[in-house]
């Protein structure tokens, strides 16, 4: 059986939110020290942050970086991130059992995502803080002036306020893992008082609350049910996190998106029901603000030091494919997910790696989520595809899953398509008759004879996607072949367009 795939103008999913490519950096690891920040490296800069890096994350286009956590967030006092460096205290992370410098801290970060052309996506303390700490944090952020906290930024050399959109109240609450873990009701509490905080401190703010840490929890989805009817009227955006691993079945981890897609249905079903339970007007948005692919079993225990080498996977042209799945699950839900967050940037569970006064490259997943984050703008449209159906463990999945974005204003339409099957070609058709005359004008690839096959140092361009030849269409309708267990990106040049 061949694949198929049509698209209609009038058939779409939604405008695709710019901050549904956006990342993440914890202090974590080595991805704060060591990864953006290393002073002494040939490329750093006055600041100590590393250029080759920054060109990375300006490559991939991040919009928005979520900072500082994390598990480390809900241990953490933002005070002693501000100040004069040699002031600073040093204190433990218990959440990540490091060493903690404070040398970098939400000054210096707003600095580099400035560098890296991004916003914050700052997050307040629920665990061992309070309303009050989110509050001042803030205003120290983005109030103006005239006041203790936002003069306190002035004279820390931030005279201009960081403007910061979107706040992430807590992480993970529900996980006995975290520090100040708290049952639903009473985070749902803390998180209302401040939330109000916080839109009273600054009106103009974005808020995120904690839904459950994932749909492995016992909680889930009963904890985020009961945290919206406390919170509903104040956020804007329920925060989801979903992590994948091979577990021995490249099949099954090849149709993880099918999982995905369940998972972030269920979460907007929960939302709406509480809409309807308040009466409320208001749709709820969902922040995908953890996604990715992790090996947590492969986590080994470490001695208290500082930036520590953990959780740095290097990624598989496998894991790439099954990364891209997940992608193509955020694009199909551009209607609810209005923010998402890679998690991570740089090193630890990420697309780039920095080694300590060495070179910095690309892992395998950069690719696919510089395709979406490229090409991926505009609006989502609604796939009517079919393809074979494979039994999996997450159900019934397609052979070929697709995604589709509309770039009106560039005359563009893109095709991302994952050929999850392992043994076989997928002969496929792709229906554009509807949008006039169309033509092919570029197309890649990523794929290859060893599915093992990973980035490094030595071999930074081991796992990289190929331009492939452009097919001719006939009418709007184009027969292209996806080479067994590839990602492709399809892009096509609506007639009229002037690019």
Not at 470 to 497: C, E, I, M, T, Y
Request: charged residues 25%; aromatic residues 10%; negative net charge.
């Amino acid at each position: 059986m061949d694949a198929s795939l049509t698209l209609l103008p009038d058939l779409a999913v939604g405008p695709v939110a710019d901050e549904l490519f956006g990342s993440f950096v914890e202090h974590l690891g080595r991805a704060v020290y060591g990864g953006i920040y290393e002073p002494g490296h040939p490329a750093a800069d006055a600041s100590g942050f590393r250029r080759d890096v920054i060109d990375l994350v300006r490559e991939l286009r991040v919009p928005v970086v979520r900072y500082p956590g994390g598990n480390f967030l809900s241990g953490y006092d933002w005070r002693d991130g501000v100040g004069p460096r040699e002031r600073r205290p040093v204190r433990l992370d218990r959440a990540w059992h490091s060493v903690e410098t404070n040398r970098i801290g939400i000054d210096e970060f707003c600095d580099w995502a400035r560098e890296a052309g991004a916003e914050v996506m700052a997050g307040v303390n629920m665990g061992t803080g309070t309303p009050q700490d989110a509050a001042d944090l803030v205003e120290y952020c983005n109030h103006p002036g005239g006041t203790a906290w936002s003069d306190l930024r002035a004279r820390n050399g931030h005279r201009d306020p960081h403007a910061i959109r979107w706040w992430c109240v807590g992480n993970e609450m529900d996980g006995d893992w975290q520090i100040g873990h708290l049952d639903a009701l009473s985070y749902g509490r803390k998180a209302r008082e401040a939330m109000k905080l916080m839109r009273w401190t600054d009106e103009r703010v974005k808020l995120v609350v904690c839904g459950s840490a994932g749909p492995g929890m016992a909680t889930w989805p009963e904890w985020d049910r009961i945290v919206l009817e406390q919170t509903y009227d104040l956020a804007d955006c329920l925060s989801i996190h979903r992590y994948y691993e091979n577990a021995g079945n490249d099949d099954d981890f090849l149709s993880v998106f099918r999982d995905t897609d369940r998972f972030i249905e269920t979460s907007a079903a929960t939302c709406d029901y509480v809409k309807a339970k308040t009466r409320s007007k208001k749709t709820m948005g969902i922040s995908f603000d953890e996604w990715n692919i992790w090996y947590q079993s492969r986590e080994e225990p470490h001695p208290w030091q500082e930036a520590p080498r953990i959780l740095e996977d290097r990624y598989t042209l496998l894991d790439a494919l099954a990364f891209s799945g997940m992608a193509l699950s955020l694009l199909n839900h551009a209607d609810r997910v209005r923010v998402a967050c890679l998690a991570q940037l740089v090193n630890v569970i990420a697309p780039i790696v920095a080694e300590p006064g060495g070179p910095a490259w690309r892992q395998a997943t950069f690719y696919p989520f510089r395709d979406v984050s490229l090409f991926g703008r505009g609006v989502a449209l609604r796939p009517v595809a079919k393809a074979p159906v494979r039994e999996t463990v997450w159900g019934d999945a397609p052979s070929v899953a697709f995604a589709a974005t509309r770039d009106e204003a560039a005359g563009t339409l893109t095709v991302f398509a994952l050929n999850a099957d392992r043994a076989r070609p997928m002969r496929t058709r792709i229906d554009l008759s509807a949008f006039g005359p169309v033509e092919m004008s570029a197309r890649t690839e990523l794929c290859g004879p060893d599915l093992r096959a990973a980035n490094s140092a030595a071999r930074p361009d081991a796992v990289r996607p190929a331009a492939v030849r452009a097919a001719r269409g006939d009418g709007g309708r184009f027969a292209v072949s996806l080479k067994p267990a590839s990602w492709n990106v399809l892009r096509f040049r609506v007639a009229g367009s002037r690019r």
